[in-house]
């Protein structure tokens, strides 16, 4: 299913790109007759993952129909047998909320991370790294405190001390 | 080519070179022993270091982690039943029983000593054919860089994750994502939105430490399991228990798996070679082969000495077979060369045809030094063996904050630009979104990499031929890596729809 939304997000984005992006972000220039201009091989590109993703969105279509004509289809009983049969357990509340927490944790980090990038603008490495730190050790599930405090405190300062004093990268 | 070797062998003698690989084969010893981290992502974080180091140091030190960190994989594999690095799978199957048996200690020597014949063996085969094979693609115009590259795409495509039209999509992705910047033929600024610092293209250091490192920390955000290697380490049976008993490896012992061993390394180097497979499916072809030619093939699974020197001595023999099209042809044959060949090009070396040409001194030192890091690899990997066990402790909510934060420093300092810091959390979402919906990253990257070049060449070729596509097929060459890309495609292509069939 996954795959599949992906695949229509860059069906999209191929369409898109030859629409709308590539005629507004590269400028037209004069190319000689016969000659490729800079709009051509981005366009082909776009063109070419728009038609691959419409494969990959038609493919199981396609196999489904050829399935269907080639395999008499399984009564609906059986398959709400093998439904019934594969089913999950029920789980306990205390694991659900575990669960839950943990498909959303990807989210969250993603959004530490948006936060981390615009805090790396606004106040500089070391307080926005301080964040980043917390943040996430919380959301991998660490609730030492003193190894939190201990870690957002002298890792950016020693990142920092490494970059600017040893590797004179101006991070700041 | 002789002055450049021995040139090459006064640049190696140094004690900054020695220091530089040794400190590379301890990370990559503890880095590849941790899940989830790996070579991949250690060389990347490592890359701002050796800005500040001169060519010869520097790239002993990353090509220190890249070897070492598939071997620090085999750490975790035999002592805790989880390869470090995906490389280290099939060293489970005998390496894990050896260790309940109480023989860790031979079962890690093991794969220590196979992994430094397979490492010292596949650079031989890199010192003797990569130059030649370069001075063979110095006759090569814009039509054959361009039908070879095009090879390169369709193999990675086509082998890496399960399905061909997915590495074909990233790979057309990746193609894509290397048009962002100035045009290669006109100089026009294309899809850079007005942002000065992109005409330059994306930086390939943000691009990969985002698609690997980035993601990799969403990945593990998201896992439901704590990392069961580090929760084992820290609350089962301790590994360093398991390292008390039978703890020497003779060498008649590895003297009798020598022809298996051979076997192995060709197995492995050869598959090196090829663009997009990796060093995971060396392992389990040596493997079987091991379990096949033995004698007592009902050992195998039980803890046998050969299913560990097996797959160890393929998995580290393709890091000389992946790095012969690397350095002669400029094409990286899986995730961690790609990283390498950034590596590279930051110092100033453009790995291809002409690297030996015009850097044959610095090129001779690497080669000859990383023949030479055998010596250095298997010191240290004895030492640290009790204290790889250690670092398998740290937890996860440790390790990977302290990436995320690496990461940005690393991206950072390419540039010295928050756009490059924009840049590679933008590409640590891309590769999240693929690796979620099981799109292989390789055939991204590579793209990503081989793109411009490609362009390049194909446009040049154009260019020679007012616009005729004849010219990739009146030429050879050409025409041969055009040949064997319909044959790949057409091959993956029937080889899915019998998998589809046998399923």
Redesign the interface.
């Known amino acids: 299913m996954?795959?599949r939304?992906?695949?229509t997000i860059?069906l999209i984005l191929g369409i898109v790109?030859v629409v709308w992006?590539?005629p507004v972000?590269?400028?037209i220039?004069f190319?000689p007759p016969?000659?490729?201009?800079?709009q051509f091989?981005?366009e082909v590109?776009?063109v070419?993952?728009t038609v691959?993703?419409a494969?990959?969105l038609l493919?199981p279509v396609l196999?489904r129909i050829r399935d269907r004509l080639t395999h008499p289809r399984p009564s609906s009983q059986t398959s709400i047998a093998e439904h019934k049969q594969g089913a999950p357990a029920e789980h306990s509340h205390e694991k659900r909320a575990?669960?839950g927490f943990?498909?959303l944790?990807?989210w969250?980090?993603?959004a530490i991370?948006?936060l981390?990038?615009l805090l790396?603008?606004w106040v500089g490495?070391i307080v926005a790294?301080a964040f980043?730190?917390v943040a996430?050790?919380l959301?991998?599930?660490?609730r030492r405190w003193w190894?939190i405090a201990i870690?957002a405190l002298a890792?950016?300062f020693l990142?920092w001390a490494?970059?600017v004093k040893l590797?004179?990268?101006?991070?700041s | 080519m002789f002055a450049d070797f021995f040139a090459g062998i006064t640049l190696l003698f140094q004690w900054s070179v020695l220091l530089a690989n040794v400190i590379g084969i301890i990370i990559g010893t503890f880095i590849g022993a941790i899940p989830g981290l790996g070579p991949t992502i250690a060389v990347a974080i490592l890359i701002p270091v050796t800005f500040f180091l001169p060519i010869v140091p520097s790239m002993m030190l990353l090509l220190g982690v890249y070897q070492a960190g598939i071997y620090g994989g085999s750490i975790s594999a035999i002592l805790f039943n989880i390869p470090g690095v995906p490389a280290a799978a099939a060293t489970v199957f005998d390496g894990f029983p050896m260790a309940e048996q109480g023989r860790a200690g031979k079962a890690l020597k093991t794969a220590l000593f196979a992994s430094a014949f397979g490492n010292a063996f596949s650079c031989l085969v890199l010192l003797v054919v990569a130059a030649p094979l370069a001075a063979v693609a110095l006759r090569f115009g814009p039509p054959e860089i361009a039908a070879l590259i095009l090879l390169a795409l369709t193999v990675i495509s086509a082998v890496s994750g399960q399905s061909m039209l997915k590495g074909l999509l990233v790979g057309l992705l990746g193609l894509l994502f290397s048009t962002v910047g100035l045009d290669p033929i006109w100089g026009t600024v294309r899809l850079t939105w007005g942002e000065p610092e992109l005409e330059g293209g994306f930086a390939l250091i943000p691009f990969l430490i985002g698609l690997f490192a980035i993601s990799e920390l969403l990945v593990q955000s998201g896992r439901l399991d704590p990392l069961v290697v580090m929760e084992k380490a820290r609350t089962h049976e301790s590994g360093t228990s398991r390292l008390s008993k039978d703890n020497h490896v003779s060498f008649l012992e590895m003297w009798r798996m020598r022809g298996i061993m051979l076997w192995s390394a060709l197995i492995g180097i050869f598959i090196g070679i090829l663009p997009g497979i990796g060093s995971t499916t060396p392992a389990f072809m040596s493997y079987a082969l091991a379990r096949q030619r033995s004698k007592t093939p009902e050992m195998f699974g039980k803890g046998a000495l050969e299913g560990v020197a097996a797959p160890e001595t393929a998995n580290n023999a393709v890091t000389g077979g992946a790095l012969i099209p690397l350095l002669s042809l400029g094409i990286p044959g899986d995730a961690v060369t790609a990283v390498i060949l950034g590596a590279f090009m930051l110092q100033g070396l453009t790995p291809g045809p002409f690297l030996f040409r015009d850097h044959g001194p610095e090129v001779y030192a690497i080669l000859f030094g990383l023949i030479l890091s055998t010596i250095p690899t298997l010191i240290v990997g004895l030492m640290l063996l009790r204290y790889a066990v250690k670092v398998l402790k740290l937890k996860r909510s440790t390790i990977f904050p302290i990436v995320l934060v690496l990461c940005v420093v690393g991206s950072f300092s390419v540039n010295n630009s928050l756009v490059d810091v924009g840049v590679m959390f933008a590409f640590g979402f891309i590769g999240y979104a693929c690796r979620l919906s099981d799109y292989p990253l390789p055939p991204l990257l590579i793209g990503f990499i081989l793109g411009k070049t490609f362009e390049e060449a194909m446009r040049q070729s154009l260019l020679i031929s007012q616009g005729s596509l004849m010219v990739f097929i009146q030429r050879p060459i050409a025409a041969g890596f055009l040949i064997l890309s319909v044959i790949v495609l057409i091959s993956s292509i029937r080889l899915s729809r019998r998998m589809y069939m046998r399923n």
Not at chain 1, 139 to 142: A, I, K, L, P, T
Request: charged share 15%.
């Open positions: 996954k795959d939304l992906f695949a860059f790109m992006i590539i972000g590269i400028p220039a190319v016969r000659q490729i201009g800079p091989w981005p590109l776009s070419a993952i691959v993703a494969l990959i493919t196999r575990k669960d943990r498909r944790a990807p969250l980090t993603i991370i948006g981390y990038f790396l603008v490495f790294s980043a730190l996430t050790m959301v991998f599930g660490d190894t870690l890792v950016p990142m490494f970059a590797l004179h990268i101006p991070i």
